[in-house]
């Protein structure tokens, strides 16, 4: 396949069947598909009424308009009604009108950044990269490169803050070490930047030795907050964050240490074992028994290719367990939990309407302050193409009249993609603000912008053979 025919291929607006690793790829349905089509048309013609090239109409602003305003009349069109991409039709071929709606007006924190790439496709990422055997990690990372990373990351987007993570592994044998991720932030500082690039300690309290390795990456590595797995296990079997023997004890020894910030993967659920360790039934007891720490819920409590609705109290997973949990534990408002998008916002994008009901219950029973943006990239690739259609996102008034929801206002909107992070992690916004507008990617980034060149690739698996390919990783990992 030709560069220029592989080009025609893609859009500024990734919709498609990728996963973070952590799921089976979930079928495009029919109205996404043929909203990709027409998009494909529109970009062409508006890139001929321009008299512009497909390439160079791609990486505007307007690309990306027109992409999303494509994607509101098939979803309209489609029967969604509740929730749609507010984007006029000049914003589709009208750079200035673009920028008015989804262009640079936030401070971007996104709370959840991987590194991490299938071993599968390091030599269609760098052809000339070799590797023996997908155990042999910290060689397909090199590979790939911590430069592609801050390109998809500080470069091809908006971000301005990042929390870099983890995936579920045996200490020794994990596919991104902690000294990587560190190496990673160092590069960042390095370029004369401010804390753009923050890093979790991954912690496994039912595994041993894992507590004890705490102090380790609170004094050596200096980490911002824990990353844990609740249905992970050693042996297959998960925990709760209220076991006397694991949850409790770790949650101790953050507040010991003075990380009191806990992400927790909850929902994206790894198999029918142990899956009740994947909902959210323990956290509203365990943030209601340690109100002084946060407690991060990752995804929310999503579960990939089961429809979110009005709230369901009887509901025993999903958002709507975490919402329960909550509120059965007299936390409500602006309590010390909070909802994180990672991969749950990138599936919402496919349907509008089944994102007014999540984004709009999260925030209707949580609060404004309460619902944290994260992309879950590099596994999506760059995240501009989130952050874009976040921005022009909104609930429709039918749903806000009849279910209570917010209106996704400007301010509720830099709220979630940046100012409850900040205050979440204690960022100084102004001297972030002041640093990171004078820093070596601030003058990067506005030089790359007068010749932007994003690829619009996503790195996970899009099948469920590459899916089985990264449990495969994984289970060599668990041995």
Same mark, same amino acid.
């Given at each position: 396949?030709?560069?220029?025919?592989?080009?025609?291929?893609?859009?500024?607006?990734?919709?498609?069947?990728?996963?973070?690793?952590?799921?089976?790829?979930?079928?495009?349905?029919?109205?996404?598909?043929?909203?990709?089509?027409?998009?494909?048309?529109?970009?062409?013609?508006?890139?001929?009424?321009?008299?512009?090239?497909?390439?160079?109409?791609?990486?505007?602003?307007?690309?990306?308009?027109?992409?999303?305003?494509?994607?509101?009349?098939?979803?309209?069109?489609?029967?969604?009604?509740?929730?749609?991409?507010?984007?006029?039709?000049?914003?589709?071929?009208?750079?200035?009108?673009?920028?008015?709606?989804?262009?640079?007006?936030?401070?971007?924190?996104?709370?959840?950044?991987?590194?991490?790439?299938?071993?599968?496709?390091?030599?269609?990422?760098?052809?000339?990269?070799?590797?023996?055997?997908?155990?042999?990690?910290?060689?397909?990372?090199?590979?790939?490169?911590?430069?592609?990373?801050?390109?998809?990351?500080?470069?091809?987007?908006?971000?301005?803050?990042?929390?870099?993570?983890?995936?579920?592994?045996?200490?020794?044998?994990?596919?991104?070490?902690?000294?990587?991720?560190?190496?990673?932030?160092?590069?960042?500082?390095?370029?004369?930047?401010?804390?753009?690039?923050?890093?979790?300690?991954?912690?496994?309290?039912?595994?041993?030795?894992?507590?004890?390795?705490?102090?380790?990456?609170?004094?050596?590595?200096?980490?911002?907050?824990?990353?844990?797995?609740?249905?992970?296990?050693?042996?297959?079997?998960?925990?709760?964050?209220?076991?006397?023997?694991?949850?409790?004890?770790?949650?101790?020894?953050?507040?010991?240490?003075?990380?009191?910030?806990?992400?927790?993967?909850?929902?994206?659920?790894?198999?029918?074992?142990?899956?009740?360790?994947?909902?959210?039934?323990? %956290? *509203?007891?365990?943030? /209601?028994?340690?109100?002084?720490? $946060?407690? @991060?819920?990752?995804?929310?409590?999503?579960?990939? =290719? +089961?429809?979110?609705?009005?709230?369901?109290?009887?509901?025993?997973?999903?958002?709507?367990?975490?919402?329960?949990?909550?509120?059965?534990?007299?936390?409500?408002?602006?309590?010390?939990?909070?909802?994180?998008?990672?991969?749950?916002?990138?599936?919402?994008?496919?349907?509008?309407?089944?994102?007014?009901?999540? %984004? *709009?219950?999260?925030? /209707?029973?949580?609060?404004?302050? $309460?619902? @944290?943006?994260?992309?879950?990239?590099?596994?999506? =690739? +760059?995240?501009?193409?989130?952050?874009?259609?976040?921005?022009?996102?909104?609930?429709?008034?039918?749903?806000?009249?009849?279910?209570?929801?917010?209106?996704?206002?400007?301010?509720?909107?830099?709220?979630?993609?940046?100012?409850?992070?900040?205050?979440?992690?204690?960022?100084?916004?102004?001297?972030?603000?002041?640093?990171?507008?004078?820093?070596?990617?601030?003058?990067?980034?506005?030089?790359?912008?007068?010749?932007?060149?994003?690829?619009?690739?996503?790195?996970?698996?899009?099948?469920?053979?590459?899916?089985?390919?990264?449990?495969?990783?994984?289970?060599?990992?668990?041995?």
């Amino acid at each position: 396949m030709s560069d220029d025919h592989a080009d025609d291929m893609q859009l500024p607006i990734k919709i498609d069947t990728t996963s973070n690793g952590e799921f089976v790829p979930l079928a495009l349905p029919s109205v996404n598909r043929r909203a990709k089509v027409l998009a494909q048309e529109r970009i062409r013609d508006n890139a001929r009424r321009l008299g512009l090239s497909r390439r160079s109409f791609v990486c505007s602003v307007a690309a990306a308009a027109s992409t999303l305003y494509t994607f509101n009349q098939s979803n309209a069109e489609a029967g969604r009604k509740g929730g749609g991409f507010d984007v006029p039709l000049e914003a589709s071929f009208e750079e200035a009108a673009a920028l008015e709606v989804i262009g640079d007006a936030e401070f971007v924190f996104d709370v959840q950044g991987h590194y991490v790439v299938p071993g599968s496709l390091v030599r269609t990422l760098k052809p000339r990269c070799q590797t023996e055997h997908p155990r042999l990690n910290r060689e397909y990372m090199s590979c790939i490169g911590a430069d592609n990373f801050i390109k998809d990351v500080f470069l091809d987007s908006d971000t301005d803050m990042m929390v870099l993570s983890f995936i579920p592994s045996r200490r020794d044998a994990e596919p991104l070490t902690i000294a990587e991720a560190s190496a990673t932030r160092d590069i960042v500082e390095r370029m004369e930047g401010t804390r753009r690039l923050l890093i979790h300690g991954r912690v496994n309290p039912n595994q041993d030795g894992d507590l004890a390795g705490m102090d380790e990456l609170a004094e050596r590595w200096g980490v911002s907050a824990w990353k844990c797995y609740t249905q992970w296990g050693p042996e297959g079997k998960g925990f709760f964050m209220t076991d006397s023997d694991t949850g409790v004890p770790f949650v101790e020894k953050a507040r010991q240490l003075g990380v009191k910030n806990i992400c927790i993967h909850k929902g994206i659920p790894f198999g029918r074992r142990s899956y009740m360790h994947s909902t959210c039934v323990d %956290i *509203g007891m365990i943030a /209601k028994q340690y109100p002084d720490v $946060n407690f @991060l819920v990752y995804h929310a409590g999503y579960v990939p =290719g +089961s429809k979110e609705g009005p709230y369901d109290p009887t509901r025993i997973d999903g958002v709507d367990a975490l919402i329960r949990s909550v509120l059965e534990n007299g936390l409500g408002y602006d309590s010390n939990v909070y909802a994180e998008l990672g991969t749950t916002w990138r599936l919402l994008m496919r349907d509008p309407e089944e994102a007014a009901h999540c %984004i *709009g219950k999260l925030v /209707k029973y949580l609060g404004q302050d $309460n619902v @944290l943006y994260g992309s879950d990239s590099v596994w999506y =690739g +760059s995240p501009q193409d989130q952050i874009q259609a976040f921005r022009a996102f909104q609930i429709s008034t039918e749903f806000q009249e009849r279910f209570g929801y917010s209106e996704m206002t400007p301010k509720l909107r830099a709220k979630i993609l940046g100012l409850n992070s900040a205050r979440v992690y204690g960022i100084d916004l102004e001297e972030v603000k002041f640093h990171a507008s004078r820093d070596q990617i601030a003058n990067i980034r506005e030089e790359y912008r007068n010749s932007p060149n994003p690829h619009f690739l996503t790195y996970g698996p899009k099948t469920r053979r590459e899916f089985m390919e990264i449990l495969r990783m994984k289970s060599l990992s668990h041995t």
